[in-house]
């Protein structure tokens, strides 16, 4: 799996935090899962620019010119952020060679909190994130509040499991920090919105050209 050094800003006074792709460190203690979300059960013909373009618009669109590829990030994340509320939100990463799908697990409160482990529950079925040992944290005096994150790039069997997620009645997802500490946080509807977005966009992408995207996204960049 494809690991980079990421830099984004998190929200508008926080600083900027320093993040490694990394894959799923545990599976999910849960019965087997879809191949593939249900929005991937298509055909392979390539959508049309406008159809792209829509998809595409409701991100955050973001070219870095040092690693020469695409960063496509929700605005929902950063609202989160503003309200001082966790969140486990999509980001995507694009260059020619391919799509990075990756998941932000991010804590906000009131106490310090160095993630170990996010706990994520679907209904009956659980899904564990075991972080790395480096704290990506701190103290942000702008929002008021202690936070954390982790990054993961997730396979093609992880991203299938966000369409359980979607399907879920309930989503909870359990902070546990490295000394006890925990924090739980369900699933908002934005939070939701903002991975089926994702999903749905990145979907279209695999079925269009490098080309096509390309064009879309410098006419999106901000």
């Not at 298509?42 to 590829?69: C, M």
Request: hydrophobic fraction near 40%; proline fraction near 3%.
């Amino acid at each position: 799996m494809r690991s980079s050094r990421l830099f984004r800003r998190i929200a508008a006074g926080l600083c900027a935090a320093a993040m490694l792709c990394g894959g799923m460190a545990a599976a999910a203690a849960a019965p087997a899962l879809p191949a593939a979300p249900a929005a991937a059960e298509t055909t392979n013909a390539s959508p049309s620019d406008a159809e792209l373009k829509a998809a595409l618009s409701k991100f955050t669109v973001t070219y870095d010119e040092e690693t020469g590829g695409w960063d496509l990030s929700s605005p929902q994340e950063q609202a989160s952020m503003a309200k001082k509320s966790c969140g486990l939100y999509p980001y995507m990463f694009v260059q020619d060679d391919g799509i990075a799908f990756n998941m932000i697990l991010t804590y906000a409160g009131s106490k310090k909190l160095d993630i170990k482990t996010v706990n994520v529950t679907a209904d009956n079925n659980m899904y564990t994130f075991t972080c790395d040992e480096e704290y990506g944290g701190g103290y942000d005096q702008d929002l008021g509040c202690w936070f954390d994150l982790e990054l993961f790039q997730l396979s093609d069997d992880e991203i299938s499991w966000l369409s359980e997620w979607l399907n879920a009645k309930s989503v909870t997802a359990v902070f546990v920090g490295r000394n006890g500490t925990t924090q739980s946080y369900a699933l908002t509807k934005e939070n939701r919105t903002a991975i089926q977005e994702m999903v749905t966009a990145y979907n279209l992408m695999l079925s269009s050209t490098v080309e096509q995207c390309d064009s879309i996204l410098t006419s999106l960049a901000k």
